[in-house]
């Protein structure tokens, strides 16, 4: 599997949206040659759909996929801020858990987000995906038995075409320790289409299989999106949703409200919300953990608990995902006191009951 057999027959086949930039920049009337100076660093591509989700520049939608001259001036960034590469036993398998993997099997996106972690390599010449890389990280995975959950990823592994993807998975279904599956994709939010009751059909032959996709704001949540998810929800593939929070995207209470119910409507359960990571190109997306500590206690007990994903932070140079949580609790002795969600100073007994 080259990259000229594996990606580019999804490209062709679902629409030429080369020159994405430009049909952007003439509709809006905006100067495309500062965008095109980031694009030549950090590529860009904006699937049709998306792009037509763009209502007027500086938008939410707008932010997300379109190049921005503060990603080349960014003074604190890291390019591989997870230590990825360091904890990768085989290129593009990051083994970082005890119990589980993170597999990269495609190097691209229908759209490239411009708060990509893996900005450093996603849709670069930097990240090849070979027959090489996916059967030394097969091997990987049957010499490790200890890994039991594996997360295919990448770029977006719905960019293969179905029987590439069918081809991994089912070799990676041979490998008896391998007990679920999960892919991590954003094609239900930024190119819906791609999501057939073939492609469905197909992943519900190796369950325990798992979705997560990636919704950042309301406007995302389309009646196209739905249908991606209700197809493969139909499919009996659970389906979770990671969000990243963005400063001036989706930093907001109502924001935030609106899109976890949204996702919940759509039969997506919120998983996390991420802090940003600290990669380069990326640090004018940042909030402050207090922000999202805030933002975090504007959702608990105000919306479904189903609705509530956790805020996670991943911890810089590799150590894993820790969770965020606002402080409820003021004092632990022989009683709990502890505010309630609205605020209201509470207690409860913190000690064995001995009998009279
Ligand atoms: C996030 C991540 C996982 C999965 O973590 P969960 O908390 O189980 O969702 C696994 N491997 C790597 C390298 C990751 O970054
Ligand atoms: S879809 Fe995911 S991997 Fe692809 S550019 Fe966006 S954040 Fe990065």
Not at 84 to 93: G, Y
Not at 114 to 138: D, H, N, P, Y
Not at 255 to 279: C, H, N, S
Not at 311 to 326: C, H, N, S, V
Request: some cysteine.
């Amino acid at each position: 599997m080259n990259k000229r057999t594996t990606e580019t027959t999804i490209n062709d086949g679902l629409c030429g949206w080369d020159g994405s930039l430009e049909q952007l920049c003439r509709h809006f009337s905006v100067d495309i040659s500062p965008l095109q100076d980031v694009a030549k660093i950090y590529p860009a591509r904006i699937s049709p759909y998306y792009r037509q989700l763009i209502q007027a520049p500086g938008d939410p939608i707008w932010h997300q996929a379109v190049p921005d001259l503060q990603e080349l001036s960014d003074p604190e960034g890291i390019e591989d801020p997870l230590d990825e590469e360091n904890l990768s036993p085989v290129p593009n398998l990051v083994h970082k858990y005890p119990d589980r993997a993170l597999f990269l099997i495609s190097s691209q996106c229908p759209v490239y987000c411009r708060f990509c972690t893996r900005k450093r390599k996603v849709g670069r010449s930097e990240m090849q995906i070979t027959e090489e890389t996916i059967a030394a990280g097969l091997d990987y995975l049957q010499k490790t038995p200890a890994i039991k959950d594996v997360l295919l990823s990448g770029g977006d592994p719905f960019m293969l075409a179905d029987q590439q993807l069918e081809n991994i998975l089912s070799r990676l279904r041979r490998i008896p320790s391998v007990e679920t599956i999960r892919i991590g994709t954003r094609v239900p939010c930024t190119l819906p289409a791609r999501v057939t009751p073939e492609l469905a059909a197909m992943l519900a032959r190796f369950h325990p299989l798992y979705i997560n996709t990636h919704f950042n704001h309301p406007r995302e949540l389309t009646a196209e999106a739905k249908r991606a998810c209700t197809l493969l929800a139909d499919a009996g593939i659970p389906l979770g949703c990671q969000t990243v929070l963005l400063r001036g995207v989706n930093d907001s209470v109502t924001t935030l409200r609106e899109l976890f119910r949204g996702l919940l409507a759509m039969r997506v359960k919120p998983y996390y919300l991420f802090q940003i990571d600290q990669t380069k190109g990326t640090s004018h997306f940042r909030t402050t953990i207090e922000t999202g500590l805030a933002l975090m206690a504007g959702l608990i007990g105000h919306i479904s608990g189903m609705a509530i994903p956790t805020y996670a932070l991943d911890a810089p140079g590799g150590g894993g995902k820790i969770p965020l949580t606002p402080a409820y609790i003021t004092g632990c002795g022989q009683t709990l006191e502890f505010t309630t969600y609205k605020g209201l100073a509470c207690s409860y007994p913190n000690r064995h009951w001995n009998g009279t």
